[in-house]
């Protein structure tokens, strides 16, 4: 089945910075990419998504790009604000596979002012 | 518009008792999801349905975890008898039908945190 790996599980930066989480997933079949931000007490939110036929997408402040090649992508936050602190998760869905999501370890972002 | 709902919010019950969480899914979603979200993990599916039929339940541990979507709306998750490692957050989740975009997102709700003792 699918894998999906995630690092770093912790990421600190200061404010204005910017930050990068990256994952690999081990399925070539794989063709939409999500990426969810999970604040404490809550449900993972949908911030970005990308599928297998685009190389990047931005939306304002987040970015994702990903390499078929070589079974990679990130997230890309710029311009770090305190409220961007939370958890993230990259996911992978295989082509077929139903709309079944593999999720990532996770990542806790840390904005430091 | 209205998120997923799920209740109870949070749950503490002693081992080998029952336990039932309850979902209600985004209006006109024909899909919905059960994770299970360990700490400091990410969600795994449990099921998924379509409509009122389960689709994909390989994930669930069917000698103690049963579901049911009755009317293809709501849906409710059911542990008996609860056991200690069954602690997690139980989250829901849906989706529309992926239509000729093929539209995939997932959305979810706040979650039950289960802690069993």
């Known amino acids: 089945g699918e894998n999906v790996e995630q690092h770093p599980s912790t990421l600190s930066v200061q404010e204005g910075d910017s930050a990068v989480i990256k994952c690999t997933y081990s399925?070539?079949?794989?063709?939409?990419f999500p990426w969810y931000k999970q604040e404490l007490g809550k449900g993972p939110q949908l911030i970005i998504d990308?599928?297998?036929?685009?190389g990047e997408k931005k939306d304002q402040r987040i970015a994702v790009t990903l390499n078929k090649t070589a079974k990679h992508f990130s997230l890309h936050i710029t311009e770090t604000q305190p409220e961007d602190s939370a958890v993230y998760f990259c996911a992978a869905k295989k082509t077929g596979g139903g709309n079944k999501l593999t999720f990532g370890t996770g990542t806790q972002l840390k904005v430091e002012l | 518009e209205a998120g997923v709902v799920q209740s109870p919010r949070y749950k503490i019950i002693e081992k080998k008792q029952p336990v039932a969480f309850w979902c209600n899914p985004i209006?006109?979603?024909?899909?919905l999801y059960w994770y299970r979200q360990n700490l400091g993990q990410g969600p795994e599916l449990l099921i998924r349905?379509?409509?009122?039929?389960?689709?994909?339940d390989s994930q669930l541990p069917k000698d103690r975890f049963s579901a049911e979507r009755l009317k293809g709306v709501d849906s409710t998750l059911k542990i008996q008898p609860a056991e200690l490692g069954d602690s997690a957050v139980y989250l829901c989740?849906?989706?529309?039908?992926?239509?000729?975009?093929?539209?995939?997102?997932?959305?979810f709700g706040p979650g039950t945190r289960l802690t069993v003792t």
């Open positions: 990308i599928r297998s036929n685009v």
């Open positions: 399925d070539s079949a794989s063709n939409y």
């Open positions: 349905y379509e409509n009122e039929e389960a689709v994909d």
């Open positions: 989740a849906s989706s529309p039908d992926p239509g000729t975009d093929f539209t995939y997102e997932q959305y």
């Open positions: 209006s006109g979603h024909n899909t």
